[in-house]
């Protein structure tokens, strides 16, 4: 009997052990992760496995591995991509007070299939050697005609720039959204690949402004401080305020460890997490009650935006897709 139990008693412990594992499938670089994941670990004793890719390729993944997914929780980044997992039918509803108290109305699923874990705001970077004092006051604004040749964008196919746009058509209607896109593509000296290269256009005077992620200023002022580039807050008075989104996360509806995912989430969103997983990408604490670290406090405080719930970047997508087009936004 004592014999039986010595041997049966390791693979009980062995499952036992596999089943407290939280199988991460996510977008978000493993540098941004790793850490986070470990001091979780640290904390719990639950070990966080996970997965990288594109978000495209990992939702593709989840949904050729199905019941078989060995995964508990999909993140990624911006809105639009969560939301179009749960339309996909791929993330549970879940109800939690802790994620209903740490994570604001407009930075969650209404019904509760993903959360915002961190938030980056999408503004204007400009030449402070180019720009003078109260040319730059909202993203409708860089579609005046002063603009002409002055202005860089990141290309239309990026999922940041689609959930802009998304938010322009919520707030301003799709008439005045496409006058805005159209007069951004007149005033366009160029449109590049990805953010760093936006700014460097700007910093080198090949533009006076673009319109970027915060974070990646962050990154290259961080290797090359005397940069001549600053980030301006559009849209702050009398208006809507600064378009913010977020990297976030949703329990998958074939994952065999539902509690385990939601209590990772959780945490995540708490005031312990967010220093590590905001502050590691130089982005804002999902709630502003937490604090921020000190690179986003240099670049000054400013209104976001609160009243374009971010599901809307998904449901406005498509429409925001094809206003692109029809203003030859490439």
């Not at 594992?21 to 994941?37: A, G």
């Not at 406090?297 to 009243?307: A, E, L, Q, V, Y």
Request: hydrophobic share 40%; with cysteine; net charge positive.
């Amino acid at each position: 009997m004592l014999k039986y139990i010595a041997v049966i008693f390791p693979i009980l412990f062995c499952l036992n052990t596999f089943a407290k594992d939280v199988v991460v499938y996510t977008s978000r670089k493993e540098h941004l992760i790793k850490d986070i994941f470990k001091q979780y670990t640290i904390e719990t004793g639950v070990k966080v496995v996970y997965k990288t890719g594109k978000a495209a390729a990992l939702i593709q993944s989840i949904k050729a591995e199905g019941e078989k997914s060995p995964a508990d929780i999909f993140m990624t980044v911006d809105a639009g991509n969560l939301w179009f997992a749960g339309k996909e039918g791929l993330l549970e509803s879940i109800s939690s007070n802790k994620l209903r108290k740490n994570v604001p109305f407009n930075l969650r699923d209404e019904k509760g299939r993903w959360f915002g874990l961190s938030v980056r705001a999408r503004t204007i970077a400009f030449n402070t050697s180019k720009v003078a004092k109260g040319e730059l006051t909202s993203y409708e604004g860089l579609a005046d005609s002063k603009w002409k040749g002055r202005l860089c964008l990141r290309t239309s196919k990026k999922v940041y720039n689609q959930s802009l746009v998304a938010m322009l058509i919520s707030e301003l209607g799709s008439n005045k959204a496409k006058a805005v896109v159209k007069g951004w593509v007149n005033n366009t000296v160029e449109i590049f690949p990805n953010d760093t290269a936006v700014l460097k256009a700007v910093a080198a005077g090949q533009c006076d402004a673009g319109i970027v992620n915060t974070y990646y200023y962050g990154r290259l002022m961080k290797k090359s401080p005397k940069l001549p580039l600053k980030l301006f807050w559009p849209n702050q008075e009398n208006s809507y305020g600064v378009h913010v989104n977020v990297s976030g996360a949703g329990v998958l509806k074939t994952s065999k460890n539902k509690d385990e995912a939601r209590k990772l989430i959780e945490w995540l969103s708490s005031r312990t997490a967010q220093k590590s997983f905001a502050q590691v990408n130089m982005e804002y604490p999902i709630n502003n009650l937490f604090p921020e670290s000190k690179v986003t406090k240099s670049w000054g405080s400013f209104k976001p935006n609160k009243s374009f719930n971010l599901s809307n970047a998904g449901v406005l997508q498509k429409d925001a897709i094809k206003l692109m087009r029809e203003v030859r936004y490439k």
